[in-house]
């Protein structure tokens, strides 16, 4: 499963190819080859009030509704596109929150030894931008609303002894 992503790409490039509403106001990030659980990153979605796609900042790791700490966004970055509908920590933000995390790649790991990893960057052939499956969901702490997503990924296939995910698009 997907746990680091690369995104460099220039937020006008992000806007012009999920089309995002040029007068929609651009949000602030750097861009970064180590993007991390926790880090803010930007995602599409659908917002019904102003009938177009936005481009907004997001906590990476799914806070459900009902959690009483931010923390278990740590445990909840992926999860399997066969049981995202089913699972709880899930299952609503699935049914009514769903967006897209643009990214230019992902990483896997292969294991070398006990404590060895060997890094895999993840991009499609041309090197374009991906888009990955999410959701949204939402936290209220101290009376502030707090808003953080997942990515959703297929289970994890055997290649030439190294780990690869396939992202579902939802």
Partial sequence: MCGRAKLETDVSEIKIAFRIPPEYPTPNFAPSWNVAPTDNRP?????????HRTLDLMRWGLVPYWAKDIKIGFSTIN?????????????????????IAPVDNFYEWKKLGP?????YAIALAGRSL?????????????????????????????????????????
């Fill in 115 to 119: 404590k060895e990893k060997q890094p």
């Fill in 43 to 51: 995602i599409v979605r659908y917002d019904p009030k102003v009938q």
């Fill in 79 to 99: 999860a399997m596109a066969e049981t995202v509908d089913t699972k709880p920590v899930f299952r609503e933000a699935f049914q009514r929150r769903r967006c």
């Fill in 130 to 170: 991906m888009a990955l499956a999410g959701v949204v969901g939402d936290l209220a702490v101290a009376g502030k609303t707090r808003r953080s997503g997942h990515l959703s990924s297929s289970p994890q296939r055997r290649t030439s002894d190294a780990r690869t995910s396939i992202t579902a698009c939802l």
